[in-house]
């Protein structure tokens, strides 16, 4: 079955920073490995602040280390830490590891160090935008409750040239099927202002995927669905 959409774009901007990438206790724990000392007095901003000073305190390519053996512990081992610790000073790693599910926290790693050293590391780019999703059948917006990534994904890329990132590197998964990367392409989503028939979207991701919806304009798209 072929379901019929319309896409309107509401906002799009280009972020450095993802919401909620850190908090509070993210900073006391980094100042904990740093071995900062005593933390209990610091407030919300004293936190970030010591954090990032503290960070900067050691040579990029150890900074890098102590940041990646806290985002990804075990995930990593140490020769990896190692290799990637350099490779971070000059490489957009949230775009080009292998692995795709590490990609978000890859950029998060590489936000705090880019802050701390006032940009010895590349400078992270994300992108964050809002896009009206009308249905033109009643059953259209069902697909959004169950694999929202991939419905969204095979939608968006409509709207973008045929020669675009997604395009070229995941062509089978577009038409149909199982697209177990989907929910590491789209890092974060909410839903807002939802109906019968149309749903509002605020996504974020790199801009490595979505760069190219930056001047789209409204477009129509469709999604092929399996009939019971």
Known sequence: MKLQY?????????????????NDEDYKKLLDTAEYGD????SSQELKEMCLLSISDNEPDEAAKLVLAYVFGERLNQGQIDNLSHEMETEKVW????????HEEFFNATQLLYK???????HPEAVRFKMKVTSKEKTGMEIFEKDTETGLIRLLVQGMPKNTLINRLFDEELKGGDFKDAKDIIWQYTKESPTDNHQVFEIISSTYWFNDLKFAESFDATLETEED
């Open 6 to 22: 319309t896409i309107e774009p509401i906002k799009f901007q280009t972020i450095e920073e993802l919401p909620h990438a850190w």
């Open 39 to 42: 933390t209990s007095d610091l």
């Open 95 to 102: 775009e080009e590891y292998a692995e795709l599910s590490m």
């Open 116 to 122: 701390a050293y006032n940009g010895k590391f590349p």
